[in-house]
């Protein structure tokens, strides 16, 4: 993100279950809403 420059990066598929917010290095984060916990997702 800050080779480009980029204060915000949008990502449109993440197979990740349920809702959480990730603190990343150098201070950025990564929030995310995927599936529910209990639905079972392609490739797991």
Do not use: C, F, P
């Not at 603190?23 to 599936?35: A, T």
């Amino acid at each position: 993100m800050e080779k480009y420059n980029l204060n915000i990066l949008g990502i449109s598929e993440v197979k990740k279950k349920g809702a959480e917010e990730v603190k990343l290095h150098k201070g950025h984060q990564m929030r995310y809403s995927g599936v529910d916990i209990k639905t079972r997702t392609v490739g797991n």
